[in-house]
């Protein structure tokens, strides 16, 4: 009879975090703070002026509040424990809060992808069929778009979640970085982590490039048109609509592409890091900014809400 081998489940892990700037954690846990305040503090101004202000009262700021929710999520999902890690060289989350902490980010970064898909569409009709734009583009076609993105984002993350709670953890219990990723968590499992990821290569990834071509093809459409506008000034008004969009979607993709499509080998641990920043902790950040200074709409409510405090 085959000896039955002991596995000791793990209850904890420890993240190393920024260990290599140990010397500077009172810094880094002051610049954190402060950037999670400007996000937090952004993002729900941002929803504050949408909803308290009339004119801006359209499907696009409906999408805006949304992607400041999505922001704030993400952004409180990782920060607080960040704080913790940068602060504490020895501290540790217990495996429930790390599988939570994944399951929150994933499921808002998911959200916000879609979010960006659906800013897309509404800019590909304002632009390209401005006078079937409010047929279509309505109120109840916007909650829908909302609640499935909601649904199927953390319904997506939870599945995998779930494969992950089926693997055995035993050990080490170390993971290198500032939060719980899923690449850093299969490396703890003691099981053959192939199922999660083929799971995850067949769920995450189509659903990522499809949505990611959706943006593509929609400012091809865009540009085309914008191109066709006879004068100057009609061209500017157009491409002043979306540039805000524009630049938020690009940072969004172009941190994704450099984090999980360049390959790791050879990639070093702090540079790793430093580009899982990018878009935890600094796109969050740059979101509220970028649509606060470069829509008109958005700095006018600002304006006059500021004048009702006085």
């Known amino acids: ?58 499907p696009m700021f409906f999408f805006l509040t949304q992607l400041s929710l999505s922001d704030s999520l993400i952004a409180t999902s990782i920060i607080p424990n960040t704080l913790y890690v940068v602060i504490d060289n020895e501290a540790t989350i217990t495996f429930t809060g790390c599988l939570t902490q994944f399951y929150f980010f994933s499921a808002s970064l998911a959200l916000e992808s879609f979010l960006l898909t659906g800013m897309s569409y509404d800019r590909y009709l304002a632009i390209c069929y401005p006078l079937q734009y409010n047929n279509i583009m309505d109120y109840l076609f916007c909650m829908k778009f909302i609640l499935f993105s909601w649904v199927l984002s953390f319904s997506v993350i939870l599945n995998h979640v779930l494969a992950i709670c089926n693997l055995q953890f035993c050990g080490p219990n170390v993971i290198d970085h500032y ?32 949505q990611f071509l959706l943006v593509i093809v929609s400012y091809v459409y865009i540009i085309f048109t914008i191109l066709r506008i006879p004068s100057v000034t009609g061209r500017q008004k157009a491409f002043s609509t979306c540039s805000s969009h524009l630049s938020v979607v690009s940072m969004y993709y172009g941190n994704l592409l450099c984090t999980y499509l360049i390959p790791t080998r050879g990639q070093s641990l702090t540079a790793s890091k430093v580009l899982s920043l990018l878009y935890t902790v600094v796109i969050p950040c740059i979101n509220p900014i970028i649509y606060s200074l470069r829509n008109r709409d958005i700095k006018e409510a600002f304006l006059r809400f500021i004048m009702l405090m006085r």
């Open 1 to 58: 009879m085959k000896p039955v081998k002991n596995l000791t489940m793990i209850t904890e892990i420890h993240l190393l975090g920024f260990w290599s700037l140990h010397q500077l954690n009172v810094l880094l846990f002051i610049l954190f703070f402060l950037i999670y305040y400007v996000i937090i503090s952004g993002n729900m101004m941002v929803i504050l002026l949408v909803t308290r202000s009339r004119s801006l009262q359209s």
């Open 179 to 210: 939060f719980c990723d899923l690449a850093p968590l299969l490396e703890l499992s003691c099981s053959d982590t192939f199922i999660v990821q083929v799971e995850v290569t067949l769920l995450v990834i189509p659903m990522a490039l499809v």
